[in-house]
Nanobody
């Protein structure tokens, strides 16, 4: 069974940085696309960033220039470096991965940015 586990969330002041990690286990084939999404209270889940197996990445306009997604295929891990954090970045951040045509999601990690 595919499992994704996020880590690295926490409380940080505005302007600070956090690095989220997502480790995958139980994969029987390569991960074609992985990424991050977030959901703030009262809002819909929003895509944050994606990265392909070829390391092509995209980022939402709201985080472009501040957040950077990367992956380490050997470790089956995807990262989200979050810089210049703003209070509006406060949300639960979820990792996802596409494996053999199916999408899998982690449980999420809370990121809270105080002003």
């Amino acid at each position: 069974q595919v499992r994704l586990v996020e880590s690295g969330g926490g409380l940080v002041q505005a302007g600070g940085s956090l690095r989220l990690s997502c480790s995958a286990s139980g994969i029987a084939s390569s991960i074609t696309v992985s990424g991050w999404a977030r959901q703030a209270p009262g809002k819909q889940r929003e895509g944050v960033a994606t990265i392909t197996s070829g390391d092509y990445s995209t980022h939402a306009n709201s985080v472009k220039g501040r957040f950077f997604i990367s992956r380490d295929n050997a470790k089956n891990t995807v990262y989200l470096q979050m810089n210049s954090l703003k209070p509006e970045d406060t949300a639960v951040y979820y990792c996802y991965a596409a494996v053999a045509g199916s999408y899998y999601w982690g449980q999420g990690t809370q990121v809270t940015v105080s002003s």
